[in-house]
């Protein structure tokens, strides 16, 4: 079975800074996704930035983007330029892609505080 | 596209009563998750469907809870003889199969007494 670690319960940082959230992982499989989600107090969940894992390039959106070590099972999300719209709790998952994408595990999350 | 809506968002019941809650998928996706989230922790899967079938029960559903999709397209979860630990948020999450993003809904927040 897959499991995914968040292993900072909570950070903090200052408006206009650079944070990087840590999530590591463990699978057998080599053919998979990894996202990030953001969930804003009281709101539902959104997508922020997904890996493919036979993509070498990490990915981007933004100001989000990824630092994909697969050898290390590491996948560690940068938030530049953070805005206090970016305080959320952010969870990291895991989708096995073979037999059909199955559902989402996820990791107990990190809840990040954008101090102005 | 109006999004994944679930009905209701909060639902406050005293142990041993019966609770139904629904989902409606983003239009035309395939696939409908549930899952359930506990104070501090990620979700955590519970079943899913594509179309009307269900592919997947976690282990988490014990015979109390059950799910349907009967026409491919809401679905509802229901949980008989509610305990104080079913008291959680349950999340709703649609996808277009072979794509890979789910989308969420707003979640039902549920409080047994």
């Known amino acids: 079975a897959q499991t995914v670690t968040q292993s900072q319960p909570e950070m903090s940082v200052q408006e206009a800074e650079t944070v990087t959230l840590s999530c590591t992982y463990d699978?057998?499989?080599?053919?998979?996704?990894l996202f990030w989600y953001k969930q804003p107090p009281s709101r539902q969940m959104i997508l922020v930035i997904r890996?493919?894992?036979?993509?070498?390039q990490n990915a981007t959106e933004n100001r989000f983007s990824v630092n994909f070590q697969k050898a290390a099972k590491s996948f560690s999300l940068k938030i530049s330029d953070s805005q206090l719209g970016d305080t959320a709790m952010y969870f990291c998952?895991?989708?096995?892609?073979?037999?059909?994408?199955?559902?989402?595990?996820f990791g107990k999350g990190t809840r990040l505080s954008v101090i102005a | 596209d109006t999004g994944v809506s679930q009905d209701p968002r909060h639902k406050i019941t005293k142990r041993g009563q019966n609770v139904t809650f629904r989902c409606d998928p983003i239009?035309?996706?395939?696939?409908l998750y549930w899952y359930r989230q506990t104070l501090g922790q990620g979700p955590e899967f519970l079943t899913y469907?594509?179309?009307?079938?269900?592919?997947?029960k976690s282990r988490l559903l014990s015979d109390r809870f059950s799910a349907e999709r009967p026409k491919g397209s809401f679905s509802t979860l229901e949980i008989q003889r509610t305990e104080q630990g079913d008291s959680a948020m349950y999340l709703c999450?649609?996808?277009?199969?072979?794509?890979?993003?789910?989308?969420f809904g707003p979640g039902t927040r549920l409080l047994v007494l």
């Open positions: 239009s035309e996706h395939n696939r």
């Open positions: 699978t057998s499989e080599n053919n998979y996704y």
């Open positions: 998952a895991f989708m096995k892609r073979d037999s059909g994408n199955t559902p989402l595990v």
């Open positions: 890996q493919e894992a036979y993509k070498q």
């Open positions: 999450a649609s996808s277009l199969f072979p794509e890979e993003t789910q989308y």
């Open positions: 469907f594509q179309n009307e079938a269900q592919l997947e």
